[in-house]
């Protein structure tokens, strides 16, 4: 008897709940085994660019699928929109909320923080552009702290003692880790909010590209969609 298939998936850390179902769902349906692994969208395109992902289907920011799509990295005719995360401010449990009421006021919370936590993926270089447009990143560069993923943001602010410590990163990931004692304050001022539209996509040197498009069509139908605006991948 022939040995089960493996699948293996590379998907950027922000809709990793909702990737993480659908996988699962998939594989009890076709019988199929399967190796999940998650990365910054930096890695991930490097690594792409390299030759040295080793997927049969990956997931990653619009921006980053697109660039590699042009690069031939991935099959043109493979892939698909899953949804969009939206990016949100996190600070410890207890720590004081910045007011989100306004630019205006944000920008005043942002001058009187102890700290700035973001990471160095896509979301956290959408911070940094934001704090260069808000024209107020030289007066806070030195209260800037850059992880080198999501995850690790809310466990720098969990441990951080600071009272006026802000953190920033997709609402998804916030909510997967609010049990370390961190919550989500709310999403940023609409006029400077930002919204990631995440895709699937079969690599060209995938293994199993028939099976991996099927996993993709599979993320996209009606079961695959609900299983990720659970998540609050929408």
């Known amino acids: 008897m022939s040995e089960p298939v493996t699948l293996r998936i590379l998907s950027a850390g922000a809709p990793k709940t909702g990737v993480r179902l659908c996988v699962e769902a998939f594989s009890q349906l076709s019988a199929t085994e399967f190796q999940l692994e998650f990365a910054t969208a930096p890695v991930i395109k490097q690594r792409m660019e390299e ?12 921006r980053v699928m697109d660039e ?20 949100g401010v996190v600070v410890r449990n207890g720590a004081e909320e910045p007011d989100l009421s306004s630019v205006e006021n944000f920008t005043r919370t ?49 441990a951080d003692t600071h009272a006026k410590a802000i953190g920033f990163g997709q609402i998804t990931e916030i909510r997967l880790k609010q049990d370390l004692g961190v919550h989500l304050v709310g999403p940023l001022p609409e006029a400077i909010g930002n919204v990631t539209v995440y ?19 599979f993320m996209v139908s009606e079961q695959g969609k609900q299983l990720f605006v659970s998540t609050g991948v929408i």
């Open 68 to 87: 590699l799509l042009t690069g031939g990295s991935v099959d043109a005719g493979s892939t698909a929109e899953l949804g969009s995360v939206t990016a």
């Open 51 to 62: 030759g040295t992902a080793d997927a049969d289907v990956l997931v990653a920011p619009g």
């Open 110 to 158: 942002l001058l009187d923080a102890d700290k700035l936590v973001f990471n160095q993926a896509s979301s956290g270089q959408y911070v940094e552009k934001m704090l260069a447009g808000l024209g107020v990143a030289e007066q806070v560069a030195a209260k800037i702290v850059r992880t080198k993923t999501g995850a690790a943001v809310m466990e720098h602010l969990a």
């Open 199 to 217: 895709r699937a996509g079969v690599p060209a040197q995938s293994r199993e590209p028939e099976l991996g498009n099927a996993l993709v069509r």
